[in-house]
Nanobody
Framework: QVQLVESGGGLVQPGGSLRLSCAAS?????MGWYRQAPGKQRELVAT???????NYADSVKGRFTIARDNANNTVWLQMNSLKPEDTAVYYC????????????????WGQGTQVTVSS
């Protein structure tokens, strides 16, 4: 069973920065970050494949950077130039499989970490 441990959330002023981290276990394929604001649907923020190919939501391009350390099964989200509309609970997501020979994949979510951007 994959366990995800998130950290790095907090309260910052507009224009500030935060760095989120997520440590996972198992054979990890894709990793990513999603967020959900009150009354809104959960949305994709950024994803990264095992090969390092990154994808970002248009709303965060140029401000956020996703990276991963495959040796430690860790993914980071560096968030710069934060805006009030970035306020949400951020969730780490991983796609994994129990063994290399396993034909099926599974997805797991972290517990979520609150990011609040306010003056």
């Amino acid at each position: 069973q994959v366990q995800l441990v998130e950290s790095g959330g907090g309260l910052v002023q507009p224009g500030g920065s935060l760095r989120l981290s997520c440590a996972a276990s198992g054979i990890i394929l894709d990793m990513g970050w999603y967020r959900q604001a009150p009354g809104k649907q959960r949305e994709l923020v950024a994803t990264i494949t095992s090969g390092g190919a990154a994808n970002y939501a248009d709303s965060v391009k140029g401000r956020f950077t996703i990276a991963r350390d495959n040796a430690n099964n860790t993914v980071w989200l560096q968030m710069n130039s934060l805006k009030p509309e970035d306020t949400a609970v951020y969730y780490c997501k991983v796609i994994t499989k129990p063994r290399a020979t396993e034909p099926y994949t599974y997805q797991y979510w972290g517990q979520g970490t609150q990011v609040t951007v306010s003056s």
